[in-house]
């Protein structure tokens, strides 16, 4: 006669032990559970983790370990003809077409590259986010002005315009606007910008919309709270995770645009090494049916960081989605 009780007793309890487990799930606690379990999301992060370090550190422990500053030339790098000669035990990338030491100028060229992606996709981040934000919660003629004025910068030709303006600023030593952009990274990071906030504030606009409806931002509201109050406590909070989905995915984008500036001729200064600039060079000098490493290496390099920067943020992307079953 006790049994049943006992057993239903028994199973209510695990029922009820099982559901407090779940509960104790955070949002945050489930985010880190999904992405442990994307390994290329994780071998991403690890990959630019390192390039980062590259970035940082690279340039001047290549040009410790080498004994190659990254502006020396050398003629035993050169054959008869000035063809650049292949990489060797003392160069490790070969000679580039002015016989300096390839692999210096690939660990220098990433943090180039990288500053001007990671710099450029900063800034379009902040004015997408600010544009999305005032466009999509306020609305009305607010809205339509700000996203007309975005759907114009996603409409024009962005890399025949980026040209035009980087070649005009680069053509006088005084920059453009009186002096206010000069000719070199200033400008290709303001290029970048200019044509990359729109879509971050397309993204922000379609989620205000969203979230602006929302319970919570209604109860805000109704308790008196203001609207900077609202935007910053309320809303933004829950923007966090997809602008960190398609900041990921912004970089590499802002770090193939200045690599295809430079390898027009109209990216970063000579005097600046960065792997769309190299490329540039074996475009120029015509030597990439003789000398394959001066392709190779650079474009290496930049196809590793896109595709790391790519699956980072797909795994991201999983991971942040509640609805995702692994």
Same mark, same amino acid.
């Given at each position: 006669?006790?049994?049943?009780?006992?057993?239903?007793?028994?199973?209510?309890?695990?029922? !009820?032990?099982?559901?407090? !487990?779940?509960?104790?799930?955070?949002?945050?606690?489930?985010?880190?559970?999904?992405?442990?379990?994307?390994? !290329?999301?994780?071998?991403?992060?690890?990959?630019?983790?390192?390039?980062? %370090?590259?970035?940082?550190?690279?340039?001047?422990? @290549?040009?410790?370990?080498?004994?190659?500053?990254? @502006?020396?030339? +050398?003629?035993?790098?050169?054959?008869?003809?000035?063809?650049?000669?292949?990489?060797?035990?003392?160069?490790?990338?070969?000679?580039?077409?002015?016989?300096?030491?390839?692999?210096?100028?690939?660990?220098?060229?990433?943090?180039?590259?990288?500053?001007?992606?990671?710099?450029?996709? *900063?800034?379009?981040?902040?004015?997408?986010?600010?544009? *999305?934000?005032?466009?999509?919660?306020?609305?009305?003629?607010?809205?339509?002005?700000?996203?007309?004025?975005?759907?114009?910068? %996603?409409?024009?030709?962005?890399?025949?315009?980026?040209?035009?303006?980087?070649?005009?600023?680069?053509?006088?030593?005084?920059?453009?606007?009186?002096?206010?952009?000069?000719?070199?990274?200033?400008?290709?990071?303001?290029?970048?910008?200019?044509?990359?906030?729109?879509?971050?504030?397309?993204?922000? &606009?379609? +989620?205000?919309?969203?979230?602006?409806?929302?319970?919570?931002? /209604?109860?805000?509201?109704?308790?008196?709270?203001?609207?900077?109050?609202?935007?910053?406590?309320?809303? $933004?909070?829950?923007?966090?995770?997809?602008?960190?989905?398609?900041? =990921?995915? #912004?970089?590499?984008?802002?770090?193939?645009? /200045?690599?295809?500036?430079?390898?027009?001729? #109209?990216?970063?200064?000579?005097?600046?090494?960065?792997?769309?600039?190299?490329?540039?060079?074996?475009?120029?000098?015509?030597?990439?049916?003789?000398?394959?490493?001066?392709? $190779?290496?650079? *474009?290496?390099?930049?196809?590793? =960081? =896109?595709?790391?920067?790519?699956? $980072?943020?797909? *795994? $991201?992307?999983?991971?942040?989605?509640? &609805?995702?079953?692994?």
């Amino acid at each position: 006669m006790t049994n049943p009780p006992d057993f239903e007793v028994t199973a209510g309890g695990a029922i !009820a032990l099982q559901s407090i !487990a779940v509960a104790r799930k955070t949002p945050r606690r489930l985010f880190w559970e999904r992405l442990r379990q994307d390994k !290329a999301a994780l071998g991403s992060a690890v990959a630019i983790v390192l390039l980062v %370090l590259i970035a940082i550190a690279g340039g001047p422990l @290549s040009q410790w370990v080498t004994g190659h500053p990254q @502006s020396q030339t +050398y003629d035993s790098m050169t054959d008869a003809y000035g063809v650049p000669l292949g990489p060797n035990s003392h160069f490790w990338f070969g000679a580039d077409s002015s016989g300096r030491d390839l692999f210096v100028l690939t660990m220098y060229g990433a943090r180039t590259s990288l500053f001007v992606g990671v710099v450029a996709s *900063g800034f379009a981040m902040l004015i997408g986010l600010v544009v *999305g934000l005032t466009a999509g919660f306020f609305g009305g003629i607010v809205d339509t002005v700000l996203s007309r004025l975005g759907d114009i910068l %996603l409409a024009v030709p962005q890399i025949l315009i980026a040209v035009g303006i980087v070649a005009a600023c680069g053509v006088s030593k005084s920059g453009c606007l009186h002096g206010l952009l000069q000719p070199g990274l200033t400008v290709v990071i303001v290029v970048i910008t200019l044509f990359s906030w729109s879509y971050i504030a397309r993204i922000v &606009r379609g +989620y205000t919309l969203s979230l602006r409806e929302k319970e919570f931002v /209604e109860s805000a509201r109704a308790a008196g709270a203001s609207n900077f109050r609202i935007l910053w406590q309320e809303i $933004l909070p829950n923007l966090m995770g997809p602008l960190i989905v398609y900041s =990921t995915l #912004l970089i590499p984008t802002n770090i193939l645009f /200045e690599a295809a500036l430079s390898y027009l001729g #109209l990216g970063v200064p000579v005097t600046e090494a960065s792997w769309g600039s190299l490329l540039s060079q074996v475009s120029s000098s015509g030597l990439y049916n003789v000398a394959w490493w001066l392709m $190779l290496f650079p *474009g290496m390099f930049l196809i590793i =960081t =896109t595709l790391a920067f790519n699956l $980072l943020g797909d *795994g $991201l992307r999983d991971a942040f989605d509640v &609805r995702s079953e692994r």
